[in-house]
Structure formats: C-alpha cells, structure tokens
C-alpha cells in the first residue's frame, strides 16, 4: 500500500470519525436541552451544519489543488474536526453547540478534496485506490458513533475531550513521519493548470447525471442515518442501541464501498447505481415494515450496504470525466452534491420532520425515484458507461 494513500486514508478516517458524532448523539442532545417532542430541530440543525461546510468543498478544492503545503492544510484540516469532541460537553445551549460543531464540519469538508485528490493521482484513474481512501472515512463514520454513545453513556459526554486527546496526539506524530518522508513528493506539489475559478466550475456541467444521482442518494442517506437512530429510541431502547446500528451499517459498507469499485470497473456506472438504488428501496421499505427490532437492524445494515455501493466509484466516475481538476471533481461530489441533499433534507424536515414514522416511511419512496432518475440520466450510452 502507497503511504501517502494511507496517510490521506488515516486523516480520512479521523474527520469523519468526529464529523459522524452528532447524530447518534442527537436523542441525548434532544434530552439535554430539553426538547424531546421536536426533533425536527436537531435535524435540521445537523442538515444545516453539514449543508454549510459541504458548500465550501468546490472552492476549497481547486485552491488545495494548487497549494505546495498539501501535507500541512491535511494536518489542520483533521485538528480543527477534532475540535468538538475536546468542548462539546461544556455547550451551555444549542447555539455554541451549533457553532462548535461548524467550526469541525467545515474543517472535515476542507479535508476531502484534498484527500480524494491525491489519492486519484496515486491511483492514476483506477477506482480501487480511492475506494481505499473512502474505506478510510467509512470506519471512521462506523466507528464514531458507537465509541462516542458508549463512552457518554459511561463517562459522560462532558470527558469526550479525552478521546480529542489521544486521536490528536497519535495523527500529529503520524504527520510528522509523513512530512519526514513525503514533503518532497511529485503527487504533493502544485497543479500548473492555468484554468480560474470560473472556468473550472463552468467544466463541471458535464457531471451533471452522477452529480444528480449522488444528490438523490445523500439526501436520502442523511435522513435514514438521522432518523434511525431517533426511531429506536423513541421506541425505547438505549442510546447505545441507535449508535451500535449506525456503527454497523457504516462498517459493513466499508466493504460494500470496495465491492462497488470492482462492480464499477466491470460493468459501468450505471448498472452499478441502478444495483444501488434498487437494493436500497428494497431494504428501506423493510425498514419502514420491521416492527421487531432484529429486523429493524437488519434492514438498517443492509440498506446502507447497497448505499454505499457507489460511494467512491461515483466520485472516481467524475475524476475520470476531469482529470485535470480532480480536487474540484471530487469536493462537487463529496461535497457540493451533499450539501444540496441536505438542503432537501432541510426543506423536507422543516414541514414534516417531528412525524418520525412519515419520515421512515417515505424512504424507500425516494430511493425508487433514484433508479427511475438512473435510466433517465443514462438513456444514451456514455463514454465512460
């Protein structure tokens, strides 16, 4: 394995991993300031969060692109998403949690062109060594929820500053080996594409059908992954209980995320998100059906499994259609198209949000207009499929 893949890949990891606290936490936030029978508001206000910092990703990613401090911008993008697990516990109301939060959502976003970029170049094309790079950031997002749910339950959430801790002291000595060894890398230096801004964000209409598909596919994700966890607590089980099926739904589509890649290079973009689409309506409704909670998991696990199919071969599809500007290929899908899913997801959340079983059931509804979207977008036989 590259080391500068698996570098990018362990920053991945560490910004995700804090960027996918606040939803487990939400039914504990919902207690703590005393707000229970609207959770349409910490919906909302993760929506808005993570809408806000994704906006930036387009611009982030054509400068990153062109900075000869690569290694240095990886390093404060990944302590800044640190940031909230350090003073989240000490937010007297929902405004400083609000902006402690944004200070580490815009740092995780800033991440991610850069990281997705570099490992595009490693790669020169091929979707594997980027779907190495979102595995990263998957175990991140697996794992986050579970670690964090069970250490508030047990230690409180005013201690989390101690997990900030160890997860900084280990990447600051982690970047200080890479510095040693990768400072003088040719990946690492400066793009010498004389395109402006301007001209690099009018290039991107040419991904305008995978950009749609990934903009169907995060609004629902964001939904799912928020609404989950609020339905098994409503229902009365444990805290943890929500962040143990987040956590193992986000694993299992570690794996699934590097099927997709395989999937992708063999049989194209659009039969790999047709494949996706159709599993994930399929194990939403069961969701939205399952009444016991072995079911509920289950479904739960499964349809993040087809989601992720196409988490990583998406953006290598749109690295492939630009690779002159992957770092603004990648921050429109990883970034810009999330944040319009979420913008949908704070308009639909904003009348109907507080009626948890709508918002279950209204899932697999959304995913089945996603294959319909597939057909439509890729009637004509593409270049890359």
């Known amino acids: 394995m590259n080391f500068l893949v698996f570098f990018v890949s362990i920053a991945h990891f560490t910004v995700d991993f804090f960027a996918d606290i606040f939803q487990p936490l939400i039914p504990f936030f919902m207690q703590k300031y005393a707000i229970t029978d609207q959770p349409k508001t910490l919906v909302l206000m993760a929506s808005v969060l993570s809408m806000t910092a994704s906006m930036s990703q387009l611009i982030i990613g054509y400068y990153t692109d062109r900075s000869s401090k690569k290694l240095i911008l990886i390093y404060f993008f990944v302590v800044f998403s640190i940031f909230p697990g350090f003073v989240m516990g000490y937010a007297p109301n929902l405004t400083y949690l609000f902006f402690i939060f944004l200070i580490g959502y815009i740092a995780n976003a ?43 339950k047990n230690f409180g959430i005013e201690n989390t500053w101690a997990i900030g801790l160890i997860m900084f002291v ?65 229902m009365g089980y444990d805290l943890t209980v929500g ?110 949000g507080n009626n948890i079983e709508f918002m279950i059931n209204s899932l697999w509804f959304f995913a089945a207009i996603g294959i319909i979207l597939t057909f439509i977008l890729f009637r004509k036989k593409t270049v890359l499929t």
């Open 110 to 152: 800033a991440q991610h062109p850069l990281g997705a970029s570099i490992a595009g170049h490693v790669g020169k094309g091929k979707s594997l060594t980027l779907a190495f790079y979102v595995l990263g950031g998957t175990f991140g997002s697996g794992l986050g929820p579970i670690v964090i749910t069970w250490y508030v």
């Open 170 to 234: 280990m990447f600051s000595i982690l970047t200080l080996y890479a510095y040693k060894y990768l400072k003088n890398n040719e990946i690492l230096k400066p793009s010498s594409n004389p395109a402006s801004l301007l001209q690099v964000i009018k290039s991107l209409k040419v991904l305008y059908p995978i950009w749609i598909l990934t903009v169907c596919r995060s609004f629902i994700s964001s939904l799912f992954h928020m609404y989950g966890p609020i339905r098994t607590n409503s």
């Open 243 to 352: 962040g143990l099926m987040l956590s193992s739904a986000l694993i299992s589509g570690m794996f699934s995320n590097m099927l997709g890649a395989r999937i992708y290079e063999r049989h194209g973009i659009k039969k790999l998100n047709v494949l996706s689409f159709s599993g994930y309506t399929v194990f939403l409704l069961m969701f939205a059906l399952s009444k016991n909670m072995i079911f509920i998991a289950l479904s739960f696990v499964l349809a993040d499994i087809f989601m992720f199919f196409t988490m990583s071969a998406n953006v290598s599809y749109a690295q492939k259609i630009l690779p002159q500007f992957r770092g603004v290929a990648s921050g429109a899908l990883m970034g810009f198209a999330w944040a319009c899913g979420n913008l949908i997801v704070m308009a639909f959340s904003s009348v109907f």
